[in-house]
């Protein structure tokens, strides 16, 4: 159970992280006009959906498991 509290933990840590470089790749590419800066904006976003989906797929599991 703590294995996967601290998982949990360390998913929504990098959805977090993710989303902070996400923000910033996107206002440097927004200052600069580059679109190769948006293909990683859109890169860093795809990351934040598939952690979210991860986290889901976690908690679905712990509460399957509970019952």
Request: net charge positive.
């Amino acid at each position: 159970m703590t294995t996967r509290k601290s998982r949990k933990i360390v998913i929504q840590i990098t959805i977090i992280l993710a989303f902070i470089f996400s923000l910033v790749i996107a206002y440097i590419a927004r200052g600069t006009g580059m679109s190769s800066m948006l293909l990683i904006f859109m890169a860093g976003l795809q990351v934040i959906v598939m952690l979210s989906i991860l986290y889901v797929l976690e908690t679905v599991i712990e509460i399957m498991e509970a019952k």
